[in-house]
């Protein structure tokens, strides 16, 4: 960056030693950092130009670009300890260092005079080293966080600690604080679904079958007949019981049981009619002597799921057998879930209660993991704290942690049953509470009156209306969108004066512009271009992490383009880049494409990986530490440089066309950014464009010692590659 004018050099990357006085003389109007954004500052600047002319020598399809970023904010800062349990949809918890971009969690919204619990989506995932703070809750709940990270309290929000000296003022948490939730009731590593152990398995079968099932034996004349049988209308609870049976050397087969009529839904059963097996599954569910935890656990999660409800937000099992009941509750007490004995209906039904309200049903669900999900959501029940949240202390462990946060929908979301900001204020103004003075760790220049220039030089008479191109550089839509909304007016500015053009993001807050996007495409030709370099397969899944930490995951793109699709624009995919012998191989070529094609897609190029001083040193250290054994094969695809050798990739392209023509994705993956008349994959004969052309490409935030990249013991195989 040369900051003299905002002209853009060939150093696309972060700014290290930046000098502030420098950037003073240079157009800058203030630095800021937000605890929002804990270790990223922001560089505000008035550029002075927004239309970049691309150099012939790129070999570009496109000769002008808009970056209203100059660095990038995807893989930036903190906030709550790795093993913080977060509240997924589906009424499950996790740890947050296990959620991903796409994935759909609870938040919680306004709702005339009460919060109530809604879903929400993970739209970004970071971490970074922060000073550690424990909170901790009357209830006994613990939560490691760092000083600048909030939660919600009766008297509004809070942050953990009070500022640094000099640091201005801000509401920081007291004694005198009642945290908003429903808490764990302990520490948060002990607060988690057990593990699937035999004796778990076995009190889980004890609880469904004994609660749901049917074993019929008998013998006549003709000789002895035995059968098993459960049937359920959930499929999730079926499938665990087939599991576990299987698990125990018993197989079953499922087919329908019922069909669906106006008033009940089909229902599915698994059955076995043979005697060895009735009689192992007798054995399984015979009551034990000594029932452990373990057994405990599975048995409630067991005997929910076949006999127990949580409508109405309260939650009972229900039944009319003794032992039954009589095992439920020694169970209950054993896990420590509070409950009462409700007196037995006219028809001899007796119900076990859950008491305690919201986090004592939180606390059942945690302790026995049961498996049918529809029962465990808590989406549109009001916020109601029925537990003592207050703060007994908030301790500074005087050591550095991992802290990890994420942004959601809601700007919120439930971390260890408590109502936790996400430290990144979508749609707001907070980034003027400032938190300024500090080092940082990372900048991120943001040109705050790119839309107005643009419209300045779109109106000159020498403006051809050439199509531009967003995303060439640096992601249009990384996080510090989300706070200064530059995307809106460049985009109005580029369809007021007729001008095409396409932006090429990996961001899920392009949905945010769709509606905006639909009314210029109404004006002039639009072409959307989403990257995603691995299919949505766990061994794709892990690679994604290792190489792209912090980005959305391979669904949350997909679920992208059919977005994109449904809202009547074109989208394109850039499969770039391609890593050689890791994501190359054919199978994944054909998952891949075949999700493409399933989710909508107009159009796919394919690019090899690019190698730009500064990716190559990030990426070869990152292969040498896990995969060196590729690491002789690199040597010889990028020998000559940062491209790859024109034998891999017309290797390549041989591979890829065939599957692009099957699954008719020939149409330009950019449109109006390529040459009239090219097909999709003409990438791989030329220079890399769009995505792949990227400073850091697709490795934005990978470490250069590599940590944080998981081995996948690929096997290289025997393909020759040229």
């Known amino acids: 960056m040369r900051w003299n004018g905002q002209a853009i050099s060939n150093d696309d990357g972060a700014l290290p030693g930046l000098e502030l006085p420098a950037l003073r003389t240079a157009g800058l109007l203030r630095t800021v950092r937000s605890p929002e954004f804990a ?13 970049s002319k691309v150099p012939p020598a790129s070999q570009m399809p496109f000769r002008w670009t808009i970056n209203p970023y100059r660095g990038c904010s995807h893989a930036c800062t903190y906030c709550v300890e790795p093993s913080t349990l977060v509240l997924m949809a589906d009424g499950r918890q996790k740890p947050i260092r296990d959620v991903r971009v796409g994935d759909r969690i609870v938040g919680t919204r306004r709702d005339g005079s009460y919060r109530r619990f809604v879903e929400t989506e993970v739209l970004a995932h970071w971490g970074t080293t922060k000073a550690a703070y424990r909170v901790t809750l009357e209830d006994g709940t613990e939560i490691v966080a760092s000083a ?13 600690a009070p500022p640094a000296k000099g640091g201005g003022q801000r509401p920081y948490l007291t004694t005198n604080n009642r945290l908003q939730g429903f808490g764990l009731g302990m520490a948060g590593d002990a607060y988690t679904t057990p593990p699937e152990s035999p004796e778990y398995r076995r009190g889980y079968l004890t609880g469904m079958i004994r609660g749901d099932g049917m074993i019929f034996e008998k013998t006549y004349t003709s000789g002895r007949i035995a059968m098993f049988r459960l049937a359920l209308v959930d499929h999730e609870a079926l499938a665990r019981s087939q599991d576990y049976l299987a698990t125990a050397g018993v197989a ?22 043979r005697q060895a097996n009735v009689t192992a599954i007798r054995r399984m569910i015979e009551w034990p002597d000594a029932p ?31 032992r039954m009941l009589t095992m439920t509750m020694e169970a209950m007490d054993a896990l420590g879930v509070a409950h009462v004995r409700e007196p037995a209906n006219k028809i001899g039904v007796t119900n076990i209660r859950v008491i305690g309200g919201l986090a004592s049903r939180r606390k059942f669900f945690a302790l026995t993991g049961p498996a049918i999900t529809r029962k ?23 050591t550095e942690s991992d802290m ?20 990144f204020a979508r749609n707001t103004h907070e980034y003027l509470d400032l938190d300024s003075g500090r080092d940082f760790d990372s900048q991120v220049v943001v040109k705050v009156n790119v839309d107005e220039v643009l419209r300045a030089e779109l109106a000159k008479r020498t403006w051809t209306h050439e199509a531009v191109a967003l995303g060439t550089n640096t992601d249009p839509y990384q996080r510090a969108e989300g706070r200064y909304r530059l995307m809106p007016g460049i985009i109005s500015a580029l369809a007021d004066s007729g001008t095409p053009f396409s932006i090429l993001t990996k961001g899920t807050l392009l949905r945010r512009d769709l509606p905006l996007l639909q009314q210029a495409a109404e004006r002039v030709d639009i072409g959307l271009g989403v990257s995603l370099a691995f299919a949505d397969t766990p061994q794709g899944k892990e690679l994604q992490h290792a190489v792209e930490p912090g980005t959305p995951t391979p669904r949350a793109r997909l679920d992208l383009i059919r977005a994109i699709r449904a809202a009547g624009l074109p989208c394109g995919v850039m499969v770039a880049p391609v890593l050689p012998w890791l994501t190359d191989p054919l199978a994944h070529l054909e998952r891949l494409l075949d999700d493409v094609a399933e989710a909508g897609a107009t159009g796919v190029t394919v690019l090899p990986l690019h190698l730009r001083p500064g990716a190559r040193e990030w990426y070869l250290g990152w292969l040498e530490r896990t995969r060196p054994h590729l690491v002789d094969g690199y040597g010889r695809i990028y020998a000559r440089g940062a491209y790859a050798h024109k034998g891999y990739r017309d290797w390549l392209w041989e591979r890829v066309r065939p599957l692009i023509e099957e699954r008719g994705l020939g149409g330009a993956a950019m449109h109006r950014t390529r040459a009239a008349g090219a097909r999709a994959g003409d990438g791989i004969e030329g220079e890399p464009h769009g995505e792949g052309d990227y400073p850091r490409g697709a490795f934005t935030g990978l470490r250069a010692d590599g940590t944080g990249a998981a081995s996948l013991g690929v096997d290289v195989g025997s393909e020759t590659l040229f």
């Open 376 to 398: 465990l959501k808590i989406v549109g029940a009001a916020v109601k704290t029925s537990v003592s949240l207050r703060i007994v202390s908030v301790e500074a462990l005087g």
């Open 39 to 51: 270790g990223v500052a922001f560089h505000e600047v008035l550029a002075k130009s927004a239309l």
């Open 252 to 273: 079953t087969n499922r087919r329908p049981f019922s069909s669906a009529t106006a008033t009940r839904q089909a229902i599915d059963g698994i059955f076995t009619s």
């Open 292 to 322: 452990d935890r373990s057994w405990y656990a599975g048995f409630l999660a067991g005997i929910f799921d076949a006999e127990g409800s949580c409508d109405g937000q309260v939650l009972r099992i229900s039944n009319s057998d003794e």
């Open 148 to 160: 600048d990270h909030r939660f919600l309290t009766e008297r509004g929000w809070k942050y953990v």
């Open 404 to 423: 990890i946060d994420i942004t959601t929908g809601t700007g919120d979301f439930i971390a260890n049953g408590v109502i936790s900001h996400n430290c």
